[in-house]
């Protein structure tokens, strides 16, 4: 589910404080430029209508979900909505757990070593490294060198098309993507132009 998406491009986006009424036109541009995971934080407007839009919208290959979920019964209600996947803050085992009893995508976040293996013994698909401000690319390769490689590691905050080398080269292998990306007030075609910046300097690596 989550790996297949990330095989056509690993990069996240993170629609924090969309709306219901625009979310589908953004979402739209941004698989076009060939986004296949959108992840609609649960502190949005409406996050769960957003969600529930972008599930009946969206192709088969697109995989939709929640981000900031904290608990058991946002898991719930984000799949009710019609969403698939799961992605934390933090790395609340239990909350994990109910993710993968649902069938759901999990992508905890993670900020140390004790972190990153309680989530992967959990269940976790993927790591989310929360704040990339703190988890520097030093740290990431210190990370790296321990965790399986075969699992992903993706950075989250304040990732930029100009930062995002400098943490590949670390071994991170794809990223969640936040305000540099979309931020509320922007229109459709101003999130597929950075959509398309993104994906030119995930190619030129």
């Not at 950075?155 to 930029?160: F, K, R, S």
Request: glycine share 8%; aromatic share 4%; with cysteine.
């Amino acid at each position: 589910m989550l790996d297949p998406a990330l095989q056509q491009l690993p990069l996240v986006a993170i629609l924090r404080g969309v709306k219901p009424d625009e979310v589908e036109a953004i979402a739209d541009g941004l698989y076009a430029e060939g986004f296949r995971v959108i992840e609609v934080p649960l502190n949005s407007p409406q996050a769960l209508d957003s969600i529930a839009r972008l599930a009946r919208r969206m192709p088969a290959d697109a995989l939709i979900g929640a981000g900031t979920v904290l608990s058991a019964d946002a898991v719930r209600d984000v799949q009710i909505a019609g969403g698939r996947l799961i992605v934390m803050p933090h790395a609340d085992v239990a909350v994990i757990r109910v993710a993968k009893a649902r069938g759901m995508a999990c992508v905890p976040g993670a900020a140390t070593p004790t972190e990153a293996f309680a989530a992967l013994q959990a269940g976790a698909d993927a790591l989310k490294l929360f704040p990339a401000e703190l988890v520097t690319p030093p740290v990431v390769k210190a990370m790296r060198a321990v965790l399986p490689k075969e699992l992903r590691l993706l950075p989250v905050g304040g990732i930029t098309p100009e930062t995002m080398a400098i943490y590949r080269r670390a071994g991170a292998n794809g990223f969640g993507l936040g305000s540099a990306l979309y931020a509320p007030g922007l229109n459709a075609s101003e999130v597929a132009q950075r959509a398309k910046a993104f994906v030119q300097a995930w190619h030129a690596f």
